[in-house]
Structures are given as structure tokens and as C-alpha cells.
T-cell receptor, first 115, second 115 residues
Framework: GAVVSQHPSWVICKSGTSVKIECRSL??????MFWYRQFPKQSLMLMAT?????????EQGVEKDKFLINHASLTLSTLTVTSAHPEDSSFYIC???????????FGSGTRLTVV | AQSVTQLGSHVSVSEGALVLLRCNYSSSVPPYLFWYVQYPNQGLQLLLKYTTGATLVKGINGFEAEFKKSETSFHLTKPSAHMSDAAEYFCAVSRGNNAGNMLTFGGGTRLMVKP
């Protein structure tokens, strides 16, 4: 149980285009999802916290107009990278808190390459 | 505020040898502590977690960790390394078990297992 499905697993896009990444909780309701960014050989950096039905809370230094987060339902959160540039190339991972005390479950990640 | 320090970005052991990955944390409230493993281009998989109660926590794949409050540590151990244990390991801390509590990650430790 407690599976988060993240799609796509990898995507290549041209500079200036937008890319949408989806995270779905398959067998539970995720009131809160977290979006992380991971550069090669580095740790996960929290980008934003996504709450169902409300605006996401972004970490300092993360451009909210560039990284649009939508959490319209209890089972779906999306991250849209708008007007992508090569420096946006990274590994993006979503996570959801499952139930009180259980912990957190992670999506399989999305490798974004902007060319 | 919370922080996590993982001593040693790279650890190399021989197959069959003891694995010890170090993690120290700082937290203004009683912490919830986690160890995750990440294989290349994949999301994070929970190895084990400490919330309350017994300070020695057993996880999957033969790993265990001990919460030592006096040392603010949560080191991960495994008696005998397998080749399949080669991966990136992340220690993380959260403030509690509410869904909105974010995880703060350490910098990660890459475990290499020599035949």
C-alpha cells in the first residue's frame, strides 16, 4: 500500500517549452504532497509543499511562477516547469505523507533534460 | 529549525563487512528520524524510521539504526554488506507525524561494496 505514481519518468524538452509532471497517490488520499529537486550526486532539496485545495507553499529561492504546482484533488498533484531552460534540467521527485506516524512515500522521480 | 549531517559522502566496504553510515541531527523538538535508500534514477525507498518507543529500530534488508538522544545520532548499520546494498543513502528528520511536516534530508552517503 501507500504507492505514489509519478509520470513521466523522463522527459526531454526544448528550451522555452513547458513540462508537466504528475504525481498520483494510488491507494490513499494525500492531503499534502512535497516536491523535491535533486541535482546529480546531491541531496534532495525541498521546492514546495502542496496542499489539496490551496496554494502551494514554496521554499525560499524557488520561483513560484516558474514552477507551478497544482493539487486539485486528494490523489493528484502536478508540477509544471514553465519556459524551461537548460539549468532546469534535474531530477524531480514528489512525496506524500501517508498516515499519521507512518512516514513518507516517494514517487519514482522524473529526469528532466532541457536542450 | 532542523538539520541533518551525514558524515562521509562516500563509504566503501568489502562484501560481507560491517556497514556503518553516520547521521547526526539537530532539532528543536523530539525528532522523527528516517533512513532512505535511492538507486540510480529512482525515487527513495524507506529503510526504517524512528518515531517513539524503542530506540533500536530494525528495517528492511537487514539494516538497523539506533536513536541516541545524548549523541543526537541515528547511525545506520548492517552486519554484512551485500553487493546489492550499493546505493545512495539518505538520513532525514521531521518534526512529527502530522501530514504537513516536511522532511529535511542529509547530504547523502554513497555506499560502495567491493567484491
Amino acid at each position: 500500500g501507500a504507492v505514489v505514481s509519478q509520470h513521466p519518468s523522463w522527459v526531454i524538452c526544448k528550451s522555452g517549452t513547458s513540462v508537466k509532471i504528475e504525481c498520483r497517490s494510488l491507494d490513499f488520499q494525500a492531503t499534502t504532497m512535497f516536491w523535491y529537486r535533486q541535482f546529480p550526486k546531491q541531496s534532495l532539496m525541498l521546492m514546495a509543499t502542496s496542499n489539496e485545495g490551496s496554494k502551494a507553499t514554496y521554499e525560499q529561492g524557488v520561483e513560484k511562477d516558474k514552477f507551478l504546482i497544482n493539487h486539485a484533488s486528494l490523489t493528484l498533484s502536478t508540477l509544471t516547469v514553465t519556459s524551461a531552460h537548460p539549468e532546469d534540467s534535474s531530477f524531480y521527485i514528489c512525496s506524500a505523507s501517508v498516515e499519521r506516524g507512518y512516514g513518507y512515500t516517494f514517487g519514482s522521480g522524473t529526469r528532466l533534460t532541457v536542450v | 529549525a532542523q538539520s541533518v549531517t551525514q558524515l562521509g559522502s562516500h563509504v566503501s566496504v568489502s562484501e560481507g563487512a560491517l556497514v556503518l553510515l553516520r547521521c547526526n541531527y539537530s532539532s528543536s523538538v523530539p525528532p522523527y528520524l528516517f533512513w532512505y535508500v535511492q538507486y540510480p534514477n529512482q525515487g527513495l525507498q524507506l529503510l526504517l524510521k524512528y518515531t517513539t518507543g524503542a530506540t533500536l529500530v530494525k528495517g528492511i534488508n537487514g539494516f538497523e539504526a539506533e536513536f541516541k538522544k545524548s549523541e543526537t545520532s541515528f547511525h545506520l548499520t548492517k552486519p554484512s554488506a551485500h553487493m546489492s546494498d550499493a546505493a545512495e543513502y539518505f538520513c532525514a528528520v521531521s518534526r512529527g507525524n502530522n501530514a504537513g511536516n516536511m522532511l529535511t534530508f542529509g547530504g547523502g552517503t554513497r555506499l560502495m561494496v567491493k567484491p
